[in-house]
């Protein structure tokens, strides 16, 4: 049986195919069909906790994340949008509105267990690791807020981790908005992408011919 090298330069090809140019449908970039949304956290024996985005960036595609300067989380994840402006301006303006709101639209919820929401699709954990809900999207008219997140898991995230998990939760929103998702697959590949700042290594054209192609 013959087999495929996932090189960096083919997980570049397969992360951008799910992208779209200005004024394109996100239902294009992440496709399927709503099933709701929860930001995840890698637990594994004697290590730090660690996102479900990060852990897959890291562990299967060999790329090290590259985190912008900033005061806060927010400010960090700003920050890392800048690194859409060159492809989509327009949509980088969108996520950077909200994560702006990011914090007024959360409720930091102490002593709880969030439900498991089973959008993640296919994910490979080590033996013994195992996830846990940090972050729960919802209709802010169910509970007056739009991200329910389990504040005692947060607080054991360093910042970096946080602003993965920001992001990952904008641009989620931003697919449930603009289109209908599947499972949390192509936002993962997406800020996995944000994340290890890999956007610069493709000049525009490239990146645009190869989204028609």
Not at 1 to 11: H, N, W
Not at 83 to 108: C, G, N
Request: hydrophobic share 40%; aromatic share 10%.
């Amino acid at each position: 049986m013959s087999k495929i090298l996932l090189t960096p330069t083919v997980f570049l090809m397969i992360f951008t195919s799910s992208c779209q140019p200005e004024g394109e449908s996100t239902s294009k970039l992440f496709g399927g069909n709503q099933v709701g949304n929860g930001g995840n956290v890698v637990q594994c024996p004697g290590r730090s906790d660690v996102t479900l985005d990060v852990y897959e960036v890291t562990k299967f595609w060999k790329f090290e994340p590259v985190f912008a300067q900033g005061e806060t989380y927010i400010d960090v994840a700003i920050s890392m949008l800048e690194r859409l402006r060159t492809y989509d301006s327009i949509r980088q303006i969108r996520l950077k509105s909200y994560l702006e709101s990011f914090e007024s639209e959360a409720a930091f919820l102490e002593n709880i267990d969030l439900p498991e929401v089973p959008d993640q699709g296919a994910i490979f954990l080590e033996k013994n690791c195992h996830l846990v809900q940090a972050i729960v999207q919802t209709d802010p008219k169910n509970f007056g807020k739009r991200y329910m997140i389990n504040l005692d898991l947060w607080k054991t995230l360093g910042k970096e981790n946080q602003v993965a998990l920001a992001l990952h939760e904008v641009l989620y929103r931003e697919a449930i908005e603009h289109g209908v998702v599947e499972n949390s697959l192509g936002v993962r590949r997406f800020n996995g992408l944000l994340i290890a700042d890999r956007i610069k290594t493709l000049s525009r054209d490239y990146y645009l011919t190869f989204l028609r192609e």
